[in-house]
C-alpha cells in the first residue's frame, strides 16, 4: 500500500531558528500533498496544499513566509518552520494521495518543541 | 465549504461490545468518506473508507454505513478490544477536490 515517510519524528529548537519537516512518499509518485498542525486533542487543522513544481496554496490565517512548503519531486515535500516561537509548538502532520479519486495517507507526524 | 460533524466526542465501552460513532456532511456532492484511527504521537491511519455509490462496507470487525439522503455516515466496530482505544476521525471529500475535511474527533476507551 502506499506508504508516506515523514522525518524528524521529534524535535526540540531554541526560538528564532529554524526547522525543516521531511515528507516523502515512498512507493508512489504524489504530485499533491497536504501539511495540517494538530493542538492536544484537537482534530487536524489544513495548513496548505503542497503542489509538485508550483507554489503552495496556504489556508486563510497561515503565514507562508513563516511556513515554507517546497515540492521539489513527485516523491518530497518540506515544510520549514522559520524564526520558530514556542507558539509554534505543535503537532504536524503530512498527507498524501494516490490520485483523484484515492485515499490519503497520513505521515507518522512530528512533534515540534520551541524552547 | 464542507462542515463535518462527529458525534459523540466520547465513548467508553466494555470489551467484547460494540461501538458507534456517527458523523454529519453538509455538502451534498461528497462522495467519499474515509475513517482514521490515530494513536497517541502517531499520524492518522486509514482504517476503511466508503463511497458514495454503495451504502455499507465491511472489513473484519469493522463497518462502515452510509445514508446519502440524511447526509450522515458511521463507524461501527464490534467485539471491541482494548488494542481499539484510539482516536477516530471521519472525514468527507468531492472527488476532483483533493481536500479532506475532518470530524473533530472521537475519543474511544475500549474497558478491559
Known amino acids: 500500500g502506499a506508504v508516506v515517510s515523514q522525518h524528524p519524528s521529534r524535535v526540540i529548537c531554541k526560538s528564532g531558528t529554524s526547522v525543516k519537516i521531511e515528507c516523502r512518499s515512498l512507493?508512489?509518485?504524489?504530485?499533491?500533498m497536504f501539511w495540517y498542525r494538530q493542538f492536544p486533542k484537537q482534530s487536524l487543522m489544513l495548513m496548505a496544499t503542497?503542489?509538485?513544481?508550483?507554489?503552495?496554496?496556504?489556508e486563510q490565517g497561515v503565514e507562508k513566509d513563516k511556513f515554507l512548503i517546497n515540492h521539489a519531486s513527485l516523491t518530497l515535500s518540506t515544510l520549514t518552520v522559520t524564526s520558530a516561537h514556542p507558539e509554534d509548538s505543535s503537532f504536524y502532520i503530512c498527507?498524501?494521495?494516490?490520485?483523484?479519486?484515492?485515499?490519503?495517507?497520513f505521515g507518522s507526524g512530528t512533534r515540534l518543541t520551541v524552547v | 465549504g464542507e462542515n463535518v460533524e462527529q458525534h459523540p466526542s466520547t465513548l467508553s465501552v466494555q470489551e467484547g461490545d460494540s461501538a458507534v460513532i456517527k458523523c454529519t456532511y453538509s455538502?451534498?456532492?461528497?462522495?467519499?468518506f474515509p475513517w482514521y484511527k490515530q494513536e497517541l504521537g502517531k499520524g492518522p491511519q486509514l482504517i476503511i473508507d466508503?463511497?458514495?455509490?454503495?451504502g455499507e462496507k465491511k472489513d473484519q470487525r469493522i463497518a462502515v454505513t452510509l445514508n446519502k439522503t440524511a447526509k450522515h455516515f458511521s463507524l461501527h466496530i464490534t467485539e471491541t478490544q482494548p488494542e481499539d482505544s484510539a482516536v477516530y476521525f471521519c472525514?468527507?471529500?468531492?472527488?476532483?477536490?483533493?481536500?479532506?475535511?475532518f470530524g473533530k474527533g472521537n475519543q474511544v476507551v475500549v474497558i478491559p
Open positions: 498527507s498524501a494521495s494516490l490520485g483523484q479519486g484515492y485515499g490519503y495517507t
Open positions: 512507493d508512489f509518485q504524489a504530485t499533491t
Open positions: 503542497s503542489n509538485e513544481g508550483s507554489k503552495a496554496t496556504y
Open positions: 455538502d451534498s456532492a461528497s462522495n467519499y
Open positions: 466508503i463511497r458514495s455509490n454503495v
Open positions: 472525514a468527507a471529500s468531492r472527488y476532483g477536490n483533493n481536500r479532506l475535511a
